[in-house]
C-alpha cells in the first residue's frame, strides 16, 4: 500500500484558490487510480474527485465540476486538487485517497479505498 501525505490547505476568502499536494510514497503509486475526499464538521465523508492511473480520465462531483481540476504527476508520486472559486460551505477537511488499481476510473466509494491521508484542513470564510 501507498502511505499519502496532503499539503496545501489554509484560510481563504469566498471566491479564492487553493491547491492542494498529496505525496505518496513507494514505486506502486501509478497504478492507482486516485482521488479527493471531504468531510465536513457533522457529515459523512464524500467524494469530490477522482483521476485515472494515467492521469488521462478524471471523474468529478457535480458541485465542483468546472471549479476544481484533479490532477497528478507520477513521475513525483503526486496527486494534486486545484480549487477556484471557493464557497463557504466547502469548508472541510480535505483527503486524498489512493483507490483501486488496474481498473477504470469513476465516482469512488469510501469502501474502495485502499490508503487514506491524514488529510488538510479547508476553511472558505464568507
Known amino acids: 500500500q501507498v502511505q499519502l501525505v496532503e499539503s496545501g490547505g489554509g484560510l481563504v476568502q469566498a471566491g479564492e484558490s487553493l491547491r492542494l499536494s498529496c505525496a505518496a510514497s513507494?514505486?506502486?503509486?501509478?497504478?492507482?487510480?486516485m482521488g479527493w475526499f471531504r468531510q465536513a464538521p457533522g457529515k459523512e465523508r464524500e467524494f469530490v474527485a477522482a483521476?485515472?492511473?494515467?492521469?488521462?480520465?478524471?471523474y468529478y462531483t457535480d458541485s465542483v465540476k468546472g471549479r476544481f481540476t484533479i490532477s497528478r504527476d507520477n513521475a513525483k508520486n503526486t496527486v494534486y486538487l486545484q480549487m477556484n472559486s471557493l464557497k463557504p460551505e466547502e469548508r472541510a477537511v480535505y483527503y486524498c485517497?489512493?483507490?483501486?488499481?488496474?481498473?477504470?476510473?469513476?465516482?469512488?466509494?469510501?469502501?474502495?479505498?485502499?490508503?487514506w491521508g491524514q488529510g488538510t484542513q479547508v476553511t472558505v470564510s464568507s
Open positions: 485517497a489512493a483507490g483501486p488499481r488496474y481498473s477504470s476510473v469513476g465516482k469512488l466509494l469510501p469502501t474502495q479505498i485502499n490508503s
Open positions: 513507494g514505486r506502486t503509486f501509478s497504478t492507482y487510480n
Open positions: 483521476i485515472s492511473m494515467s492521469g488521462g480520465t478524471t
